[in-house]
């Protein structure tokens, strides 16, 4: 039987099963229809054992550090993928190479996912993520779903929350610090003094289209407002990004009333293309080894637009002509016409400046504010016209027509607002694949709520994050699934699963690591003064060599080769009471370095199941006592 009648033929199982279900209380007929409509939401969802998902979801694992995979449609949980915090199931953080990336930080967290693109569509190849705590960007490249680089702490640059945008063919990661502080960083000034001594940026993450390998670019000098999401533009703003800000005001304390003050606050309007071509023509000056702009000396490049009061998303629509802003404070998203804003741009249409920095006059950039709900965040677009916004008091998303509207909507925009459904609950961010692109796929939506409140059985007092499947394909959303994850995912970004084809083993020719070894004949262990360095390969089901001889104070280097060229055939290498462990892949060589501390003799053995003889794949290591120096 093929897979596609395998899976009618489960799904119409699922429907025959639930459709002679009823609620007690409930008549035949009525709990008959009930159940029939839900077993077919449930059959849009349902991947049968051993089918495939057709795409990725990538979660943000916000303070784990990390990111999760999923499938949808089944929402089942794949894989997470360590990134700014030590892992000992995937033996990250332990090996040379892991602790090098994380350098001195244990955590991280995660907020914005970006995927890579080229000619403004995803292309498969990166996925990169923001470090809001230590200011770090990471890369992990989707052929071994591994991370790759880690870059930061970020000069100049405090909280790196605005990111991670990418621009149409992964020029740049555009990123915006959510905290000023008195720059350089590490120069010291009274909070008291914050208008005056406190600066935030903006920063141009420069990507080798080859390599991936990410560097600073260059940085845009802001007033302190802390800058919230962003995004980048495409079509007509191609070559622009915009980030919403909230602390207008440049409160220092107290921000829940202090940073709430104003009408409006600012979202910054920049023209990327121009900042780089500051940098080429020397009207930047070095700090911190970084070319920083101002803007105030440097027109052009930055423009502040109002938007409305304590925004948190900014979205560029897949067209690039529409940008929509969500107030927190205020029922409506704004709709702004970038075409508009750059005849304002050019006509001079500003309302002054601030610091120097044009303001453009909000009506000149405007398309009209659309009666969304209450508490709108984020917007997302499904390519068919159509824009997705979340409701964070509310608990909903609402769908609504995108412009151009009809002279009778835009006298009652509240015709535009085409449907709504409910969510559980304090829905934060959402997703549809490809929203930043030119190209979304818009048949799903997923829906990242704050609180969960008990739709599970319980865990006790630290509840799960909730996230919801919503079927967008037709003119009504209908909900499908839902499921929970560890805290806490933020955005997330969806991948179709044929974008990519991850290798399963890395294969030996690629591997040029200087000191991996393939044969018995190669391995062995040496010793050079107090350091003692072994060269070992895994196989099933034995390490070669099994016995590590040291004395106790030596340095120990373990050099090891997983010779397997099959797939799923991990080894890990864990030293009993040494807090050790590393994994790795088929094909891979990892080095482990500590030193000998403790004397006696332990254990080393291999810590993913890997054979019959999984048991036996073991191995000594050997640590004599130090000598006694005799006293005199």
Request: proline share 7%; glycine share 10%.
């Amino acid at each position: 039987m093929n897979r596609r009648v395998c899976s009618a033929s489960a799904a119409f199982a699922l429907v025959a099963l639930c459709s002679s279900c009823s609620r007690p209380g409930e008549t035949g007929s009525k709990s008959g229809s009930a159940s029939n409509d839900k077993a077919a939401l449930a059959a849009q969802s349902y991947v049968a054992p051993g089918e495939k998902d057709e795409y990725y979801l990538f979660y943000s694992g916000g303070h784990s550090g990390q990111v999760f995979v999923a499938g949808i449609p089944s929402m089942r949980p794949i894989r997470t993928i360590p990134v700014f915090s030590p892992a000992p199931g995937f033996g990250y953080g332990f090996d040379e190479e892991t602790k090098a990336m994380l350098g001195d930080y244990t955590w991280g967290d995660v907020h914005h996912p970006g995927l890579s693109q080229t000619d403004g569509k995803y292309d498969g190849r990166w996925l990169f993520v923001n470090d809001n705590a230590n200011n770090r960007l990471a890369r992990i490249d989707l052929r071994d779903f591994k991370t790759h680089q880690i870059l930061g702490p970020i000069p100049n640059s405090m909280g790196n929350h605005g990111s991670s945008f990418v621009t149409e063919n992964t020029e740049y990661i555009l990123v915006a610090t959510r905290f000023s502080v008195p720059l350089p960083k590490g120069r010291y000034a009274d909070p008291k003094d914050y208008a005056d001594q406190f600066n935030g940026m903006v920063s141009g993450i420069r990507v080798d289209p080859k390599s991936g390998e990410m560097t600073v670019g260059w940085q845009i000098l802001t007033p302190p407002f802390d800058w919230d999401l962003g995004s980048t533009g495409k079509g007509p703003s191609s070559g622009w990004a915009f980030w919403t800000s909230y602390n207008t005001e440049m409160a220092h304390d107290s921000l829940e009333v202090n940073a709430s003050q104003g009408d409006r606050d600012y979202a910054a309007v920049v023209n990327w293309r121009a900042a780089e071509a500051a940098v080429r023509d020397g009207k930047a000056t070095d700090m911190d080894g970084v070319p920083v702009i101002d803007p105030s000396k440097v027109p052009g490049v930055l423009y502040f637009l109002p938007v409305p009061k304590s925004p948190h998303g900014i979205d560029t629509d897949p067209s690039g002509r529409w940008i929509a802003a969500g107030g927190k404070l205020q029922p409506t998203a704004s709709v702004f016409d970038f075409e508009k804003i750059r005849a304002a741009i050019e006509k001079k249409e500003f309302q002054g400046d601030f610091r120097g920095i044009p303001i453009i006059r909000f009506e000149a950039a405007l398309e009209g504010e659309v009666p969304v709900g209450l508490g709108p965040l984020h917007t997302q677009y499904d390519g068919k016209g159509n824009a997705y916004t979340s409701l964070f008091i509310e608990s909903a998303v609402a769908k609504w027509k995108l412009p151009p509207w009809s002279d009778e909507e835009k006298k009652d925009l509240s015709k535009v607002v085409l449907d709504k459904i409910s969510v559980h609950y304090n829905i934060g961010h959402l997703v549809i694949g490809g929203s930043d692109t030119k190209a979304p796929y818009g048949k799903y939506l997923v829906a990242g709520n704050k609180l969960s409140k008990g739709r599970h059985i319980s865990v006790g007092p630290s509840q799960p994050e909730d996230s919801e499947l919503i079927d967008i394909s037709g003119a009504k959303m209908k909900m499908l699934y839902e499921t929970f994850t560890d805290p806490e995912p933020h955005f997330a970004q969806i991948l179709k699963a044929d974008a990519i084809k991850p290798i399963e083993v890395y294969p030996k020719a690629e591997n040029h690591d200087p000191n991996a070894v393939w044969d018995q004949k190669d391995t062995g262990v040496t010793r050079n003064g107090n350091t003692v360095e072994a060269k070992v390969i895994a196989i099933r089901s034995r390490f070669i060599p099994d016995r590590i001889d040291a004395q106790e104070g030596d340095t120990v280097i373990v050099h090891l080769t997983n010779v397997e060229q099959t797939p799923d055939m991990i080894h890990g290498y864990g030293v009993a009471e040494y807090n050790l462990n590393i994994i790795v892949d088929p094909g891979e060589t990892r080095t482990l370095k500590f030193v000998a501390k403790k004397a006696g003799v332990f254990p080393f053995y291999c810590t993913n199941f890997c054979s019959a003889l999984h048991q036996e794949m073991q191995g000594y290591l050997a640590v004599k006592p130090a000598p006694k120096v005799a006293s005199r």
